[in-house]
């Protein structure tokens, strides 16, 4: 790996992590840059900043725990940073960089003038209280505070955060400023500043795309079988749009468990179960199924809605599907995206797959801004505009260039962002 060379000297070489996955795909972009733009491509192999913070909150019972947190600007030479926070026991400093460096490359796809941020704290939410959730929340944006604003860095949901995650940081931030700052902050509730459709943006973006990549290698959406790892966020709300538009939704998998149903889940009835059990096993009309047997499910498209590195050398080869839809960031690692390759699966990689989040929350931020609200009609129109466009510009690239959309859409990303350092210049 070339950039290898450029591995900071605070992640180890070792154990690189996720930021290693990132920096394959650059080494894989790079000669497809336009010429004149490649020599600028080290940009995009280091992140602008990164801050590493002490979350100290005082537990329920009386003791203090102590939590590491993270916000990484990966690049802001398109805008104010923007990507969500997540919560998860397994967050890594290395986890974060690769985040914030996909928001960089998936906000120049869909073209919102946003660069690339991430944050996270390395925690199990579920081993918290409601109120120790909160004072973790809002001591961590307390911290990030010198990072963040609405012209600066504009965090949103991720994995294990919600609208209320969002309300919190929005509150402690408005309270450190002496007003009320909406724009700080996207996925917020609607009562609060946030956007209609914001909650399904991301899963119809998912749809959207998949469809798109459907109609273009020939297969029907109405009928077609689909498998979905992850019913959280993204997950419930692609697998429920594709069961709307006539799709079987023949498999589910999340942490929990798998389930398995070849005639098609009742969507909304599993995730009604789901929510009263915590578990998908047992939801009505379903069979359990070995998580290992997810993977090579009888499935015409496999929407990848969990995490990264779920999709490996190890599993890919027993993947039935033809296209592979990334709702998740980094969930194909460089290996298993190869194999895929050989076997003529189309990948509509998570860059531009999953960016119908980023999309509603950029027109969140310019309601915020404006405060000025549109209707779901509005938005929902717009989002699917973004992103069909956005999906044309790749697919084309893939077509006219003969590389595979994920290096199409890296290429029309980096692009797009090597430009406009360019157009800005070297400071000083
Ligand atoms: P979420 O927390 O709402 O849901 C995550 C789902 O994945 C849950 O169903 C969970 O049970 C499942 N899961 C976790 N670990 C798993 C495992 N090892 N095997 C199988 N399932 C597992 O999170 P989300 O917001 O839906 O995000 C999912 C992915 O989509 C993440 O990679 C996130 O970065 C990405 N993403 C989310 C958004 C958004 O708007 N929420 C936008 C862009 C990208």
């Given amino acids: 790996m070339d950039n290898v060379a450029h591995i900071p000297s605070y992640l180890s070489a070792e154990h690189l992590g ?28 280091r992140p602008k900043r990164a801050l590493i913070v002490d979350v100290p909150i005082r537990l329920d019972n009386g003791e203090i725990a102590h939590f590491e947190g993270y916000r990484v600007q990966h690049n802001l030479s398109r805008g104010p940073g923007k990507g969500g926070i997540r919560y998860h026991p397994d967050v890594t400093l290395s986890e974060v960089m690769a985040l914030s460096a996909w928001m960089t490359v998936k906000n120049a796809v869909v073209n919102v003038p946003f660069g690339g941020a991430k944050g996270g704290v390395r925690v199990d939410p579920k081993t918290l209280s409601t109120a120790e959730l909160e004072r973790l929340t809002r001591r961590y944006a307390s911290e990030i505070n010198i990072l963040i604003g609405q012209d600066k860095d504009i965090p949103a949901p ?19 400023e002496g007003k009320t700052a909406m724009g700080v902050v996207t ?15 991301t899963g119809r973006g998912v749809f959207v795309t998949t469809a798109e990549a459907a109609r273009h290698i020939g297969l029907e959406i109405a009928g077609a079988r689909v498998a979905v790892q992850g019913f959280g966020n993204v997950g419930e709300a692609a697998a429920r749009l594709f069961a709307d538009a006539g799709a079987k939704v ?11 149903n070849p005639a098609g889940l009742d969507v909304r009835a599993t995730k009604a179960w789901s929510l009263a059990h915590r578990a998908l096993a047992g939801a009505p009309g379903s069979e359990p199924m070995a998580d ?38 980094g ?7 190869l194999i895929l390759q050989d076997k003529g699966v189309t990948v509509v990689p998570d860059v531009l797959a999953n960016a119908g989040g980023v999309t509603v929350s950029y027109f969140e931020w310019v309601q915020d801004i404006s405060a000025f609200f549109w209707t779901e009609e509005e938005i929902n129109a717009r989002l699917d505009r973004i992103m ?3 999906f044309a510009a790749v697919w084309d690239a893939a077509r006219a260039r003969g590389i595979p959309p994920r290096t199409a859409a890296f290429v029309l ?9 360019r157009l800005r210049g070297l400071y000083p």
Wanted: charged residues 20%; proline residues 6%.
């Fill in 18 to 45: 996720p930021w290693e996955t990132y920096l394959v795909q650059i080494d894989r972009v790079e000669p497809h840059l336009a010429p004149a733009l490649r020599p600028l491509a080290p940009l995009l192999t």
């Fill in 158 to 176: 991720d994995i294990n955060t919600n609208e209320q995650v969002m309300a919190w940081i929005m509150d402690t931030f408005s309270m450190n």
């Fill in 187 to 201: 996925g917020k509730p609607v009562g609060l500043g946030g956007s209609l459709g914001r909650k399904d943006a």
């Fill in 250 to 260: 023949v498999a589910l998998q999340d942490a929990t468990g798998t389930i398995h």
């Fill in 292 to 329: 290992a047997d997810f993977w090579g499910v009888d499935a015409d498209i496999l929407i990848a809605a969990a995490m990264e590195n779920q999709i490996t050398a190890a599993n890919a080869g027993r993947i039935r599907a033809r296209l592979i839809t990334e709702g998740a960031n």
């Fill in 331 to 337: 969930p194909t690692t460089p290996e298993a995206d």
């Fill in 388 to 390: 069909r466009e956005a």
């Fill in 413 to 421: 990303g980096c692009e797009r962002v090597l430009l406009a350092h």
